[in-house]
T-cell receptor, first 113, second 118 residues
């Protein structure tokens, strides 16, 4: 069965520093997509970044990068130069099929001024 | 503006009183789905639809119904709500694109509906 694990319920980071949010996954399917979403206190889900299982290079989107280590089955999100507006809940998700979209429990990131 | 809309945004109801949460998207997406979000559990898929008149169960379908009569609309129906269905509900849509056999579609989420069943 597919599974996504986020082991950090909460994280703190100083403004302008980088932070890594951990995500590990478990699947026996060789084809899958990995996603990160941000949920601010207002509640909406905002797509951040995507990584396909066959992608050779780590995905990057502005200040977000995904540290994809396939052998270790990890897909950590790195946020560089943290801003106060980055304070939010972050969800890692994996998609193996149209039916199977799994989300982790989330990590609450707080950026300190 | 491309968006997914949900109504109502907030709803307080009582056990057993049928309710419908509407979801509509204006991006001509084939794929739509419903999730519920509960603390410590992340989001869990309730139902999904691959196109008009094509729906299927997700991980937690008990107590819910859906229909897809039009491409843009995907309502969630609670025939007899119970307190354990108190949750934050999200509708999402996507194009269902693939690349090299991998689903690459980005799901666009609605703003969420916070439901309380007393």
């Amino acid at each position: 069965a597919q599974k996504i694990t986020q082991t950090q319920p909460g994280m703190f980071v100083q403004e302008k520093e980088a932070v890594t949010l951990d995500c590990t996954y478990d699947t026996s399917d060789p084809s899958y997509g990995l996603f990160w979403y941000k949920q601010p206190s207002s509640g909406e889900m905002i797509f951040l970044i995507y990584q396909g299982s066959y992608d050779q290079q780590n995905a990057t989107e502005g200040r977000y990068s995904l540290n994809f280590q396939k052998a270790r089955k990890s897909a950590n999100l790195v946020i560089s130069a943290s801003q106060l507006g980055d304070s939010a809940m972050y969800f890692c998700a994996m998609r193996v099929s149209l039916r199977d979209m799994r989300f982790g429990a989330g990590t609450r990131l707080t950026v300190k001024p | 503006e491309a968006q997914v809309t949900q109504n109502p945004r907030y709803l307080i109801t009582v056990t057993g009183k049928k309710l419908t949460v509407t979801c509509s998207q204006n991006m001509n997406h084939e794929y739509m789905s419903w999730y519920r979000q509960d603390p410590g559990l992340g989001l869990r898929q309730i139902y999904y639809s691959m196109n008009v008149e094509v729906t299927d169960k997700g991980d937690v379908p008990e107590g819910y119904k859906v229909s897809r009569k039009e491409k843009r609309n995907f309502p969630l129906i609670l025939e007899s709500p119970s307190p354990n269905q108190t949750s934050l509900y999200f509708c999402a849509s996507s194009l269902s694109s693939t690349s090299g056999g991998v689903l690459t579609d980005t799901q666009y989420f609605g703003p969420g509906t916070r439901l309380t069943v007393l």
